[in-house]
């Protein structure tokens, strides 16, 4: 036993060493596309070359997104690069390791196994291609449950909440459960003060601007739909399958309705039967909020990734279904129909069955209990 946790632990390393090599050559030949938007982006925020409107178009989320980017003011940009680069992957490893630590004393084999594979998962490997630091989220979201010390955990989970906004739907779990309320105010005090920061450190006026420019593209009103494969909402789904590009609001309204009454229907539960395990129920509500996210980018769902192998490495095998539908990248298959289309979705479709496994998971638990007593 030994022996195969070493060679995991080996081929864990080697593969990660691989990844990095990779996107070193991507750093020499070229560039990391979505971070060089960023750091064009905080570059054009002050000065002589202020331009607001490339600093807006650069992403969808709001301006406080861009408060963890200002280090990389007038710094090289390849420095930056190989900066946001390493980060990210550390922000991966830990995330992945302190969750497991957090469960079990030791790790296994099978962890390290998975582990190494996760080098090649979909979303993990597109977001470092991208230099989308997803990693910083994916740890930020995680600091909640992993770290003891509480000034880390608050300022990693700000920082994710900040850069990507859906993770501080994890919040919504310390407001179920009232031995957390002290834990939910503080994460709550942390990110007002981002909020704040943002208002006075950055310029004036771009709040104003964006909000103009978000009304422009704001899914709830529009019909015209983007059935990017990059792009995993439920209205982009639909799209690839009915082969259209315009859908009615009200599809997506009704879609989010659903949703909210079986989280509903979950919470209720929660409060009347079974207490629900704080890591299942949050990333309940992280899937949820990923379902619903009008613009949910393929690597976003790496956040998942880390709770899906402690599932898989604590032998809860049914889990490898939606881990190993993240991870792929459906652009590589050739199939034609349905089969495309679904695996077009495949972090939409993960998502949605991740989603509903908690859910039955969690009734398979009350019924248990119910039939012991």
Known sequence: MKLSK?????????????????IGFIIDHGILSDFNL???AVNHLFGPDQNLNLVIKSSYGPPFIYLPFLIF????????????????????????????????????????????????????????????????VTLGVYSLFVLKDNFWKRFLFVISSLLKIFPISVLSYFVFNKLNKKE???????????????IVLL??????????????INPINKEIINPSIYNQSYS?????????????????????????????????LSKKRIKVEPLDASVFILSFSLLIH????????????????????????????????????????????????????????????????????????IKVRTYKL
């Open 73 to 136: 003011i007038n710094m090289p940009f390849k420095v930056a690069e190989i900066s946001i680069t390493l980060v990210s992957i550390i922000g991966y490893l830990f995330a992945f390791y302190y969750l497991w630590k957090s469960y079990y004393k030791e790790t296994t084999a099978l962890f390290w196994l998975l582990l190494g594979v996760m080098s090649f998962s979909f979303p993990i490997s597109y977001s470092l291609g991208m230099g989308n630091p997803i990693g910083i």
């Open 6 to 22: 070493n060679i995991a632990f080996l081929f864990f390393v080697s593969v990660w060493i691989l990844r990095i090599i990779k």
């Open 184 to 198: 939910l105010f503080y994460s709550l005090m942390s990110l007002l003060t981002g909020l704040l920061l943002s």
């Open 294 to 365: 009008p613009y949910p980018w393929q690597y976003y769902f790496a956040v998942l990734l880390p709770y899906l192998v402690l599932k898989v490495a604590s032998k809860n095998y049914i889990f490898l279904i939606p881990l190993i539908l993240m991870s792929i990248d459906g652009n590589r298959f050739f199939w034609s129909g349905l089969l495309k289309y679904f695996f077009d979705s495949a972090q939409f479709f993960s998502t949605l069955i991740l989603f509903f496994m908690i859910l039955f998971s969690y009734l398979y638990k």
């Open 236 to 268: 982009s789904t639909v799209s690839r399958f009915l082969k259209i590009t315009d859908l009615p609001p009200f599809y997506y309204h009704f879609f989010i309705f659903v949703l909210i009454a079986v989280v509903v229907y979950y919470i209720w």
């Open 38 to 40: 960023f750091y064009q």
């Open 203 to 216: 310029p004036k006026n771009i709040w104003f601007e964006y909000l103009i420019w978000l009304n422009k």
